[in-house]
């Protein structure tokens, strides 16, 4: 498939250039494409002509002619020479929405259109042109005419025509009528983005990019549509099993286990969803289709969780601005996908504390710890960087735990729903796959605990223990002595989210000698700190 060109031009202002338009240099450009990155779904080329060569992004082809401009406007006809699919307009334009159907509109060869001109609508003028394949003889047949006049000469269809509202002039739409469904606002003359105070100028108009940074914990979906009330964003990273509910386009998928990322994947698509651009991994087991990178910010010694991986990779490998974390609040609440408590999360606030300063400045969040010691993002801050309209952090309550204790066992086919899952640890259970359960495991019913009679119980609790349970005991401790009693302790899990098979797995990956004997949190440690000695190396 062709791909799409979005294009404009830049030079340096001389005799002919008209005082309005003396303001231009490499911000405008970078603020013209991050709105149109924003705001298309599809890959596309971003293509400059400019007089000379300019400090800008790798990914903004310069095409360079010396003496561009010298001729006045009409060098504007020069990208028509392109001959492709292509999106013409110049640096003062402002991308306000979604313009994947422009985009579909030129790469399906639609008519060449043209907005009308605001002040004699029934002539176009050029504040955007949709211009489909196969219009290089505009540029070609081009003899010197005013850039307006010479485009007028070729058939074409009024874009005002064929999507109402959408593509609009500020002094001759919004100015009047407002904002509205506009997707592209084009400025003429006087008065230019800069100029202006607006809104949604600040929201939509941005030299500076940002990463919207989610994270696995409770409440992510409301974070996520709250961020994305305060301006729209150039990234999107998810870390670990979020990445399988984010609807929209996915730039970066990290994770500190990479043995899991095929089956997040699959649950990713089977959600309907669209590949990640990226996957960005760090650890053992990297699927071909991965990319093995360092997890942590220079100067960063231990882990910080893969959330504060995620904001890495964000700012470093994406090259982001500014990050905006949600669903990553670093407090001992549970996950989006259970009921479960995350007991670790305080023992990482250490590895946050000492992010350096340059790093610190450029992150905020929507919720808890860091929240509280990033402060929350703002409309301006997303804007613009700027601190002016910040509000005091808030401050850190503590944060409600869970009161569900998981006393007993469900053996479940895996994958697992969501629903499932929150459903049986509302319950009490914890979920292990199927394939590990007992020949004498039942079904968990829907109105009952699934367990055995108490007498039943007592029986195996004493065979197994050798002891029998005092007479007294009620139902609830007699289910988790039974449930204890049953585990295979392979399956017992530790504080780190590992279970002891999954442990000496890896310690035995590692040529790192332990004894089976030990305390499961003991390995635990000496797992962690082998793994830690390891990525150092």
Not at 9 to 34: G, I
Not at 380 to 408: I, Q
Request: hydrophobic content about 40%; glycine content about 8%.
């Amino acid at each position: 498939m062709t791909e799409l060109v979005v294009a404009t031009l830049l030079w340096e202002p001389n005799a002919k250039s008209l005082r309005f338009s003396q303001c231009y240099d490499e911000a405008w450009v970078r603020r013209l494409f991050n709105g149109f990155s924003r705001n298309l779904s599809i890959d596309f080329r971003k293509v400059l002509y400019t007089d000379r060569q300019r400090d800008l992004p790798a990914d903004i082809e310069q095409i360079v002619i010396p003496g561009l401009g010298q001729s006045g406007y009409a060098d504007c006809i020069r990208p028509y020479e392109l001959n492709q699919p292509m999106i013409l307009c110049g640096l003062d334009t402002v991308v306000t929405g979604n313009v994947d159907h422009l985009a579909e509109y030129v790469l399906a060869g639609g008519q060449y259109a043209l907005p009308r001109d605001p002040y004699t609508p029934s002539q176009a003028c050029n504040g955007v042109a949709l211009a489909p394949a196969g219009m290089a003889r505009i540029a070609a047949e081009h003899d010197g005419a005013n850039d307006m006049v010479h485009v007028r000469r070729y058939p074409h269809a009024f874009i005002d025509d064929v999507f109402p509202g959408q593509v609009v002039s500020y002094k001759g739409h919004v100015e009047l009528h407002g904002i509205g469904d506009a997707r592209i606002v084009y400025f003429h003359g006087d008065r230019k983005p800069h100029q202006l105070g607006d809104a949604w100028i600040a929201k939509h108009w941005r030299h500076a990019k940002t990463a919207l940074c989610l994270g696995g914990a409770d409440g992510v979906e409301k974070e996520w549509k709250a961020a994305l009330e305060l301006g729209s964003l150039d990234y999107v990273v998810a870390c670990n099993d979020v990445g399988a509910i984010w609807p929209g386009r996915l730039d970066a998928w990290v994770t500190l286990h990479p043995e899991k990322m095929a089956g997040w994947r699959e649950q990713r698509r089977a959600n309907g969803h669209p590949d990640a651009k990226r996957y960005l991994v760090h650890g053992d087991y990297v699927p071909d289709w991965a990319e093995l990178v360092e997890f942590r910010f220079p100067g960063q010694g231990d882990s910080g969780s893969s959330g504060l991986f995620t904001a890495k990779a964000a700012l470093i490998d994406l090259g982001a601005d500014r990050a905006v974390l949600a669903g990553i609040p670093m407090v001992r609440s549970s996950h989006f996908f259970d009921a479960v408590q995350w007991e670790a999360a305080g023992g990482y606030r250490a590895v946050w504390e000492a992010l350096r300063p340059e790093y610190c400045a450029r992150i905020r969040s929507m919720s808890g710890w860091t929240a509280h010691f990033f402060g929350p993002p703002t409309t301006e801050w997303l804007a613009t960087g700027s601190t002016d309209a910040d509000v005091p952090a808030p401050t850190l309550e503590s944060t409600r735990m869970s009161k569900v204790k998981l006393t007993k066992i469900a053996y479940e086919p895996h994958p697992v729903s969501l629903e499932r899952k929150r459903e049986l640890n509302a319950k009490g259970y914890k979920i292990l796959d199927a394939r590990f359960a007992p020949a004498d495991a039942k079904p968990v019913a829907d109105d009952v605990d699934g367990y055995p009679s108490d007498d039943e119980m007592r029986a195996v609790i004493e065979a197994t223990t050798g002891k029998a349970p005092h007479h007294k005991t009620g139902r609830p401790k007699l289910i988790e002595q039974y449930v204890a009693a049953k585990a295979d302790p392979q399956d017992e899990t530790a504080s780190n989210g590992l279970t002891r098979r999954e442990i000496e797995a890896d310690l035995t990956g590692m040529e790192v000698e332990f004894d089976p004997a030990d305390k499961l949190d003991d390995l635990a440690a000496l797992r962690d700190l082998s793994r830690e000695e390891r990525n150092k190396a």
